[in-house]
């Protein structure tokens, strides 16, 4: 432990010379935390001044320093940073891959450095260079370098379900970290309720980015504040998804369509057919007579063989999403009328064998096995499939050309899922810590936003280092498996890899890369090379499904407008609802039931407890 | 009483055999198929091609394991905290159980000890509490968290004690005559005469250790620190989409089946590989008693 050492010394040093400063001058030396003169700055020509400590890379600052102590220096800018404290620039900056590095929020990098504790759940997509780890990492060296915030991770749990039991651990042993990632549900209205966490809404308003933070939230209403805001006031930073991340297309096999001259269906009605063509001629590779029309799985809606777009598509609402009804009111789409049609055009489905038998028991994750194991030649799944289960069925059969194409047209028109980028849970910081915690905090976040959501500033939107994420191998960019500088970043920004403010970087950054291809090839760096490189054609194929997902994302998503934690209703009976719901159409889609089994599914519903929901939902409604 | 056997009874045994062989069989099934699983590269794995024989063979997935750090370091936890819980059961178990099963004339207050053993068997502090004694005790994230929580198993205590008790006191009384102290006694008698019980209380309290799983997620800060079962947690578990969006270039990753086959199947050798050898233990308990009788 070499580093607090230096540091005590530079403080030392720091005051020394800044109470030096002070007696010679009367307008610096005091460290009031105003936003416009950086408190540090005292610090910060006194850290250079130290000759040992200054690497030839900032020839500028010293001579200032040391020659006229009235004048203040200019702070070092994040780059010269990162380059004092020894840490390796992202890019190649001499061969033209250059990273442009935000001004740095004011007051920072604190000296002494802030300590702030937190906690993750650490899988296996988690990996690290050589000799480091969760607490000593590029990442963490960068934040102490740039912010002057010391990463220490208090716990880390393997899943969600023992992040769960280690966060009541930690509440009922009174110990919990400074921050925590994803506070949801029951541990959300819990801690809320025991007033375990911090009001950070100063913090946000005197330091979060107008532009790159709160400009991008006001343009999505109260979305990103639904379950952070607590009678006006923040108790933590939202998380936020990418836009259209669920968000279905039709991917469907081009090859099996060329080899049965049929064009690409437009309308459920025709969807049907082709569905029925293909399992009719066996096109599959399983067993004889296995081929199926769609992947389906035992959830309706859901992430992969979801059945959103047809469901929508008939109905126009879905189930347990809350839509307006004729008469203005939100209803839940499982008591729709149409709902019924959805379920009888399913039940057909199920009867001529284009649904998986064994459907309703099987798990979604599972039906990618039917998309990889080419049992089926049309899904409905989110754009990322392109390198999964389509890129694996590829894999097992070389002739499998899959295409994304937009969802097929029913009596309500194309209708899907709209996935909400916002999620349910929020990043909040321990009650009690102090302002300057939250205000750290926020500006972590706030400056990470501007770097890695700005094309212009993170080339191809990956941050990537030499010898530790990515190698030079004769001349050409060769990236080094499973490390990823995200993954290493604790917070709500990037965080578990995908976290971030503008539900729509990944798009902007996708536009960037694409435009890269009009750099004519000689003129290209090798990381502009690797990007464009695509033999096999699977990121042309993502990136299509991508573009086309996010172009039709408001026109054709069903939004669910009730966005709040449960009501009280839904935690007395939502459970027994929902089930009686999940009995009602299996049974009917597996033809066990009669259709009218859904009228009287309706009735029940209302009676054991959906009105009271309906009510308490509305009522939120109204008092937004 | 060979020839005694009568057709029905020759029957009888048939069906016996068959079914038992049958359902031995369903037993071994699922360790057959993740065995293919581990064995067979990734795409027909992810098909769901394979069911008893590998497709597209390949070591791949053992040598990823075998080189992935953090499996290998858990994998080091499991070992080291079922050798030392092991021992410290057995030692606990052995010199508890003897002084039960002497007679409380021997040993006072012996009946009132037992109850106090019988409380804490049905009992216990509960999560929270236990939890918040382990931590003030200073034991998370070292072995001993692992090992001492659990290092009385009571249960085991009143089966070794009855089976002492079951020794013949003539026996015992013999040594003493020699002029044996108790810790002889307990040496040279009751531990070689009770092998069979002890090998089997080996194997429950080295099978609790590997298998267990919780204790390594609630004591365990880090997960340089968990044992290999917690560890599995991380990739056994299934993908689920609705509580946390992953990253979609991570699905490659974390759906990987074959290698999850490949770490349960290396997860699950060790006790495979212990077992046939206690296993010699139980069959020569039984000759023994047989013998006696």
């Known amino acids: 432990m070499k580093e607090p050492r230096i540091t005590r010394r530079d403080f030392i040093r720091a005051s020394v010379l800044a109470a030096a400063g002070a007696t010679l001058t009367a307008c610096a030396g005091q460290p009031t935390p105003a936003p416009t003169q950086p408190p540090a700055a005292t610090a910060k020509p006194a850290a250079t001044a130290v000759p040992t400590a200054v690497p030839t890379a900032v020839p500028t600052a010293r001579p200032t320093a040391t020659a006229v102590p009235t004048a203040k220096p200019a702070p070092l800018t994040a780059e010269q940073l990162m380059v004092k404290a020894g840490l390796p620039l992202p890019g190649l900056p001499d061969q033209g891959w250059k990273y442009t590095f935000p001004d740095l929020p004011p007051g920072m990098p604190m000296d002494p450095p802030l300590r702030i504790t937190t906690n993750r759940i650490v899988g296996s997509d988690v990996v690290f260079a050589q000799g480091d780890d969760i607490d000593n990492n590029p990442f963490t060296r960068m934040a102490k370098a740039l912010f002057g915030i010391e990463w220490k991770h208090k716990w880390t749990a393997g899943n969600w379900d023992d992040y769960t039991t280690k966060w009541n651990l930690a509440v009922a042993a009174k110990d919990l970290p400074d921050t925590a990632i994803y506070i949801g549900g029951d541990l959300l209205v819990n801690g809320l309720k025991a007033g375990l966490f911090a009001d950070i809404t100063d913090a946000y308003e005197n330091y979060a980015s107008k532009k790159w933070v709160k400009d991008v939230f006001a343009r999505y209403g109260d979305l990103p504040w639904a379950y952070a805001r607590v009678k006006g006031r923040l108790m933590g930073w939202p998380y936020v998804e990418q836009a259209a991340q669920n968000d279905k297309v039709m991917w469907i096999r081009k090859d099996w369509l060329d080899k049965l001259g049929l064009a690409v269906p437009k309308t459920l009605g025709e969807l049907y057919e082709v569905a029925t063509a293909f399992r009719k001629n066996d096109l599959g590779k399983g067993a004889k007579g296995t081929t199926l029309g769609i992947a389906f799985q035992q959830e309706l809606v859901s992430w992969y063989g979801s059945a959103d777009p047809i469901i929508g598509s008939i109905a126009g609402t879905l189930p347990n999403f809350w839509t307006k009804n004729d008469k203005g009111q939100l209803e839940n789409g499982i008591i729709n009328p149409r709902m019924k049609d959805a379920l009888i055009f399913l039940a057909k489905w199920y009867k001529e064998g284009l649904l998986p038998a064994d459907f309703a028991t099987r798990p979604t994750g599972e039906a990618q096995k039917l998309v990889a194991g080419n049992l089926c030649g049309i899904h409905f799944t989110p754009h990322w499939d392109a390198g999964w289960g389509c890129g694996e069925s590829k894999q097992n059969d070389p002739s499998a050309e899959w295409e994304a194409h937009e969802i097929p047209a029913g009596p309500a028109g194309k209708k899907k899922m709209w996935s909400n980028p916002f999620g349910a849970s929020i990043f909040p910081l321990r009650a009690g810590l102090g302002q300057a915690y939250a205000d750290a905090y926020v500006k972590q976040c706030s400056w990470l936003v501007e770097f890695f959501e700005d094309p212009e500033k993170l080339p191809g939107g990956s941050y990537q280092i030499k010898g530790v994420t990515f190698d030079i191998v004769d001349g050409a960019f060769k990236p080094i498996p499973n490390v990823h500088f995200p993954k290493w970043v604790p917070g709500p920004i990037l965080g578990s890899g995908n976290g971030g403010v503008d539900p729509e970087r990944a798009y902007r950054h996708m536009l960037k890369t694409r435009s890269w291809k009009e750099v004519p090839e000689d003129k290209r760096n090798p990381y502009q090379k690797f990007v464009l490189n695509d033999p096999a054609g699977n990121q042309e194929r993502y990136q299509k499904a991508f573009l086309l997902n996010v172009s039709v994302s408001e026109q054709q998503g069903i939004k669910n407008l009730f966005n709040a934690p449960p009501t009280q209703g839904m935690v007395d009976f939502g459970a027994e609802l929902n089930s009686m719901w999940a009995q009602t159409w299996t049974g009917i889609v597996t033809g066990q039931k009669p259709a009218s089994a859904f009228d009287e599914f309706v009735v029940n519903w209302k009676k054991m407890g959906g009105d009271q929901i309906t009510k308490e939902v509305n009522d939120w409604w109204q008092s937004r | ?293």
Not at chain 2, 2 to 16: A, I, L, Y
Not at chain 2, 26 to 49: D, E, K, N, T, Y
Not at chain 2, 67 to 80: I, T
Not at chain 2, 200 to 224: E, R, S
């Open chain 2, 1 to 293: 009483m060979v020839e005694g056997k009568s057709w029905r009874n020759r029957m009888f045994d048939g069906v016996n055999y068959v079914i038992l062989t049958l359902i031995a069989f369903l037993c071994l099934v699922p360790i057959i198929h993740v065995l293919a699983v581990s064995l067979s590269s990734r795409a027909p794995a992810m098909g769901g091609f394979v069911t008893f024989w590998p497709i597209g063979f390949t070591w791949e997935n053992y040598i990823k394991v075998v080189e992935s750090v953090a499996f290998y370091r858990a994998f080091l936890v499991s070992v080291e905290r079922t050798l030392l819980g092991t021992l410290i059961n057995l030692l606990i178990i052995v010199l508890t159980a003897y002084p039960f099963s002497r007679s409380p004339h021997e040993f006072k207050g012996r009946t009132f000890l037992l109850y106090v053993f019988m409380f804490a068997m049905l009992f216990n502090g509960g999560l929270i509490p236990t939890f918040l004694n382990v931590r003030n005790l200073g034991l998370i994230d070292t072995l001993w968290a692992l090992v001492l929580p659990g290092a009385v198993q009571i249960w085991s205590i009143f089966l070794l004690m009855n089976f002492f008790r079951g020794i013949p006191k003539e026996i015992e009384e013999s040594a003493i005559i020699d002029g044996a102290s108790h810790w002889q006694l307990l040496y040279h008698i009751y531990l070689p005469l009770s092998t069979p019980v002890l090998a089997t209380l080996c194997l429950f309290a080295a099978v609790g250790h590997w298998n267990a799983w919780f204790d390594g997620v609630i004591y365990m800060t880090k997960m340089d620190n968990v044992p290999l079962q917690t560890f599995l947690r991380t990739i056994v578990i299934q993908l689920d989409m609705t509580r946390m969006n992953l990253d979609p270039k991570d699905l490659v990753l974390v759906s990987n089946r074959s290698v999850r086959a490949a770490q349960i199947f290396v997860t699950m050798l060790p006790i495979l590989v212990v077992y046939p050898f206690l296993q010699r233990y139980f069959v020569t308990g039984i000759r023994l008693g047989a013998v006696k009788g």
